[in-house]
């Protein structure tokens, strides 16, 4: 056997239908997609359909919910505020707040406050007084020998039970004593 006997089994390979070519075709004209439509032009595909099976995002159950207010909150590494203590940004011995952040340059905005994570080493002795903190940005402040403050929050109020109708009922009938029955009731209005 040489290279040049060498071929693929029969059947193997088909040409390419050529759509367009005249009606006699059997793919010529509307070239196998029917009569205008979204279906019809090029370049369309329909975004999540599959072919009338169920498709992944209705077979999938919901889940939670995104708020339509959610809080914007900038994050700081611990590492960031080490570098900007390490340039004379921040001063380790005053206590550092969202304000002096954000003027010293480690936080762009404000927003709804800032929050501390873990990532990067802080050597310096530091109070921050900042709005949230990680368990583990927290342990590693305490490490270096300063300490996290973070605003105390209020427990929201529970709210009251109304109180049922049964319990209206027994309220408002309490110490008035109504007839027991209807014959009681003619008794006492023929006596008089």
Do not use: W, Y
Request: hydrophobic share 30%; aromatic share 2%.
């Amino acid at each position: 056997m040489k290279l040049n006997q060498l071929s693929d089994n029969a059947g193997s390979q088909k040409n390419r239908i050529r759509v367009g070519r005249g009606i006699g075709s059997g793919k010529g004209k509307t070239c196998g997609r029917g009569m205008k439509g979204q279906k019809s032009r090029s370049g369309v595909a329909i975004i999540g359909f599959e072919g009338g099976q169920m498709p992944l995002h209705r077979r999938l159950p919901k889940r939670g919910f995104s708020p339509i207010h959610p809080k914007k909150i900038m994050i700081v590494n611990v590492g960031r505020i080490q570098s900007a203590i390490d340039a004379g940004k921040l001063d380790a011995k005053d206590p550092i707040t969202t304000d002096k952040l954000v003027a010293s340059g480690v936080v762009r905005r404000k927003k709804d406050g800032v929050r501390l994570l873990c990532n990067g080493d802080l050597n310096a002795k530091v109070t921050l007084e900042i709005e949230g903190a990680s368990k583990a940005a927290i342990a590693a402040v305490e490490k270096a020998g300063g300490k996290v403050v973070l605003p105390v929050r209020a427990a929201p109020e529970k709210p009251r039970k109304k109180p049922s109708k049964k319990a209206k009922e027994v309220d408002s009938n309490k110490g008035v004593s109504a007839p027991d029955n209807k014959a009681d009731s003619e008794e006492q209005s023929g006596s008089t």
